[in-house]
């Protein structure tokens, strides 16, 4: 590619986008090379969908201060993308004195931190807000909230392809090279692509594009969590997350409920090194069933519909010690080029402050010109299920094809599916419709709607149904016909 970027972002999970969505506020031409079919398959679309209020890191980390700057915006930025966002609360649930006493520190952590409202509740209240919970008591943090991290991933990467940013999906970076001409050169599994400026947001390969930039040293770890998903019938029974008394460096095992009805159990945290495997063994899921309950007795194997897992990337240093956020610049090492590590927990509520980070640093090296065309606003699919009967009669009205469902247990209509098989970023894995539709996310699994769903990709984009990939690349759902037709 001849083209010379001004900025390239490599990784683009929910802070590469948010760094190129911020990047657009200016006369910028950006570029994001994301090595996945689609922008939240790894950290960014598993993790507890939790806008975490600010109180559980040390005073003075980037950790504290972004996710304290996050929490506060995010009304605003949930309103501008159009994304399911519920100011619900959370409560830290506990029993003995000990806890009593870590909770204080807690508050008075969070009180430093810039974190608002937070607050001692005895049994008594605990129990008005969360009438399933076990405990004597707890701290209340009111502004904690839950958001749907894939719709809110996507959201941010459809504003910044609106405002003019390219994504490139299946572009894995195996090389980067600073020539000459003070032009970045990375090669990429389909080509070259050339910039003046390179952000390394990769997640968890972060360790291997910084090495590639040249800046050296870091160790990266995976903490593994696994999570199971129970059915929407237990939803009422989980107003807010609830979660344990902290320790030092885990939040503990804790049920989450969704944006959408669902509850989530997990996590635990388990070092890994393979940063691709994403297996739940049955021990953990009973293990995760076993903890939680004594938080939340409501966990029935006949509500699971699913579990799943993910992996934050953890900076440690030589004694393993978990690190804050790092954002650099090493000019002497690698001109021009801005690097993050270690951007796990709390990033999906601070992807905004980190990107505004970002931004400021590139600013104090040249003059960036502010874009007068930028719109910060992006519109989302419509669901019919939450529509007034009203709605869905106009809705029917303006096009037959919202009469029509697909997913019977999420009610998601042809309209709906059709709009996502288009949507800005050309994703067309049948898990990026799922992502952005909630289609095969309901008590089946997509026993009834996938096929039909697949068939509409099929024919809609004219792709062979061989070449169809269910979420990574290589995850192929057809070899060929069952029969030849006579």
Known sequence: MNK????????????????????????????????????????????????HGGFAYDP???????????NIGFDQLAGEL?????RCGKVLVGNTEEDMATLKRTIEQGRVNGARDLRLIDKEELHRLVPAVVGE??????????????????????NAVQNGVEYFFDHEVTDIHYNDEEIYEITTTHGVFKTRWVVNSAGLGCGKISEMLGIRGYRVIGSKGDYIILDKRTGPLLPMPVYPVPSNTYMGIHVTNTTDGNVIVGPNAELVTDFTYYGVPQENMDYLAESASELWPCIKKGDYIRNYS?????????????????????EDLAPHAINLVGIESPGLTGAVPIARRVVRMM????????????????????????????????????NPDYGE????????????????IHNPLGVHTLVGIKYRTRAMMGRCQGGYCQMRVAEMIEKELGIPKTELQYARKGSYLFTGDVREEV
């Open 82 to 86: 159009d994304i399911p966002f519920s």
């Open 310 to 330: 993910g992996i934050l990337p953890k900076w440690v240093d030589e004694n393993g010690v978990i690190q804050d956020f790092k954002i650099e610049m090493r």
């Open 4 to 51: 010379v970027y001004d900025v390239l972002i490599i990784g683009g999970g929910v802070v590469g986008s948010a760094i190129a969505r911020e990047m657009a506020r200016n006369k910028l031409s950006i570029g994001v090379l994301e090595k996945n079919l689609d922008v939240c398959y790894e950290t960014s679309g598993r993790n507890s969908g939790v806008v």
């Open 137 to 158: 008591f707890a701290m209340f943090s009111p502004n904690s909230g839950i958001v749907d991290p894939f719709k809110y991933t996507i959201a941010l990467a459809e």
């Open 363 to 398: 600013a104090e090296q040249e003059e960036l010109t502010p874009n007068p065309d930028f719109n910060p606003r992006r519109k989302g699919i419509a669901r019919f299920a939450e529509a007034s009967e009203e709605e869905q009669k106009r809705l029917i009205e303006e």
């Open 405 to 420: 469902l697909i997913c019977r247990c999420e009610k998601v209509t042809k309209a709906e599916i059709l709009q996502a």
């Open 60 to 70: 003075g980390t980037l950790k504290a201060a972004c996710c304290v700057e996050g």
